[in-house]
Nanobody, 128 residues
Framework: QMQLVESGGGLVQAGGSLKLSCAAS????????MAWFRQAPGKEREFVVAISWGTGSTNYADSVKGRFTISRDSAKNTVSLQMSSLKPEDTAVYYC?????????????????????WGQGTQVTVSS
């Protein structure tokens, strides 16, 4: 069993930056991936970025590539998402997720169905 707790959401102006953190309790596995998804009102949950816990490989959605950076701290069991050059369309509830991912470079890393554990979500609002 794993529990995920997000923090760091808030309100920021367009062009600004924000950092989200996800703390994982319980055991983590080298074959797991951790990811961030987001969901805006009236829209489906959208993949943002994933990181392989074991190798540190990353996989970004095109919409955030070059603006967002994911990182992990194995000693603290945390994953962070540094968001820069934020746009109003980045406004959403951001969710941290974790799950086994034996083929990280495949399409499954981008699918919310691949992830077993989810945080409660944190709101990010970008004003124009």
């Amino acid at each position: 069993q794993m529990q995920l707790v997000e923090s760091g959401g808030g309100l920021v102006q367009a062009g600004g930056s924000l950092k989200l953190s996800c703390a994982a309790s319980g055991r983590t596995f080298s074959t797991y991936a951790m990811a961030w998804f987001r969901q805006a009102p009236g829209k489906e949950r959208e993949f943002v970025v994933a990181i392989s816990w074991g190798t540190g490989s990353t996989n970004y959605a095109d919409s955030v590539k070059g603006r967002f950076t994911i990182s992990r701290d194995s000693a603290k069991n945390t994953v962070s998402l540094q968001m820069s050059s934020l746009k109003p369309e980045d406004t959403a509830v951001y969710y941290c997720a974790a799950g086994p991912m034996p083929y990280f470079n495949g399409p499954s890393a981008r699918s919310y169905r691949s992830y077993l554990y989810w945080g409660q979500g944190t709101q990010v609002t970008v004003s124009s």
